[in-house]
């Protein structure tokens, strides 16, 4: 009884986690800065990791990126650990 309770609590998290940290990553986009590519999903030579890219976006709005990946890292980890433990 206790681990379906513990695998309901962890996928609840997850689920929490997962879309405050994409709704959070959505939201950093209106506070982009001109030098911010249009697309740098598509186009691998603009690929960079997170903490490079602090001048893609105001300062607001690089937090709200950092800890909406965060976040949403956090959440598919709990995830995992859910699956794992069902």
């Given amino acids: 009884m206790s681990k379906s309770i513990l695998t309901l609590v ?5 689920l929490i986690f997962l879309v ?8 950093s986009a209106k506070y982009k800065t001109d030098q911010a590519p249009r697309l740098p999903i598509w186009n691998p030579t603009k690929w960079r990791p997170l903490w490079r890219c602090r001048e893609w976006f105001t300062p607001k709005g690089f937090r709200l ?22």
């Avoid at 405050?20 to 939201?27: E, N, R, S």
């Fill in 10 to 14: 962890l996928y609840s998290l997850s």
């Fill in 65 to 86: 990126c950092l800890f909406g990946n965060i976040m949403a890292g956090i959440g598919a980890v709990l995830l995992v650990i859910a699956a794992v433990l069902s």
């Fill in 20 to 27: 405050f940290g994409t709704v959070l990553t959505f939201v």
